[in-house]
């Protein structure tokens, strides 16, 4: 949805250019009825800024940025998104608002997530993964904590993967690399330093690259051989990696769904090796 990449190009926008993406996103169904020099003067900026904000966002024109609105506006189904809410709780907000709030921009990320989502580019991924005699996972702080989950589900499936979350161990690990191994770069912005000084060097190891972020001009994005890009679900107390969780666990989902088709025996002999592992660790309910 056009939407849900403006609001994940928004953070990244500033003055004038957030300006317009901040009306566009305030009412998408009046502006898709605009011209860009009507946008420009009620935002307060001009027809030239209109058509650097749609450059912005990767569209060819203002006439794309009002195509894909429309597109979107005749396919919205009956339900929350009817009504947008914002991303903003406020201090007097019921609970019921807040759920309301948080589960919106959950959804508007996990769709806008899908449609911008690179099948060629997921198969790639996968077939890599597939194939992979070692997988280094790289990510720290929030991105972190998904490359530690995204270890174990690979490895659950037989896949030699091992998340390293410390640079100076990342580094470590990438110098050793070899081009039959694979490596997966998580960064909600694309220019944590830490995550793309391992990622070079496993560029240079001739390993296969894969990098998830929020950002396809951000570097970690241009250093990788095969990027996926996820949309961000940002709210008050929900910034940046945080917001942006949801639908990097969604496209590391997809990956790991299709390595498991991609090594059936392997995954099947796996997933039925280990099944017993953690009903063996079941807490049994207490006798009365």
């Not at 609970?95 to 948080?102: C, K, P, Y």
């Not at 005699?133 to 790289?138: G, L, Q, S, T």
């Not at 944590?192 to 396809?216: C, H, K, M, Q, Y």
Request: with cysteine; aromatic share 4%; net charge neutral.
């Amino acid at each position: 949805m056009i939407t849900a990449l403006i609001r994940s190009e928004l953070p990244r926008l500033t003055g004038s250019l957030r300006k317009v993406g901040e009306l566009v996103l305030a009412d998408p169904s009046a502006i898709s009825r605009a011209s860009a020099a009507e946008l420009g003067r009620r935002t307060g900026t001009s027809q030239a800024t209109v058509t650097r904000f749609c450059r912005a966002l990767g569209l060819d024109s203002y006439q794309q940025l009002l195509l894909e609105l429309a597109k979107e506006q005749g396919r919205r189904p009956d339900g929350p998104d009817d009504h947008p809410l914002g991303p903003d709780i406020g201090p007097d907000d019921d609970l019921d608002h807040l759920i309301a709030v948080v589960a919106q921009a959950d959804l508007q990320a996990l769709r806008g997530t899908v449609e911008r989502l690179d099948r060629e580019a997921l198969e790639r991924a996968a077939q890599a993964l597939a194939k992979a005699r070692r997988i280094d996972v790289y990510g720290v702080g929030g991105s972190g904590i998904v490359a530690r989950e995204t270890e174990a589900r690979l490895f659950g499936i037989g896949c030699p993967a091992r998340a390293w979350t410390e640079v100076h161990a990342a580094e470590t690990s990438a110098a050793l690399l070899t081009p039959a191994d694979t490596v997966v770069a998580l960064s909600h912005s694309g220019n944590t330093r830490e995550v793309l000084s391992p990622l070079l060097l496993a560029v240079e190891r001739g390993a296969t690259t894969i990098a998830v972020t929020g950002d396809p001009r951000s570097p970690v994005a241009q250093a990788a051989a095969v990027h996926l890009t996820s949309t961000s679900a940002e709210t008050s107390f929900r910034r940046g990696s945080f917001g942006t969780r949801h639908s990097v666990l969604l496209i590391l989902d997809c990956l790991y769904a299709r390595v498991a088709q991609l090594t059936y025996e392997r995954a099947t002999a796996s997933v039925a090796l280990t099944a017993h592992i953690t009903d063996a660790h079941a807490a049994r309910p207490r006798r009365r």
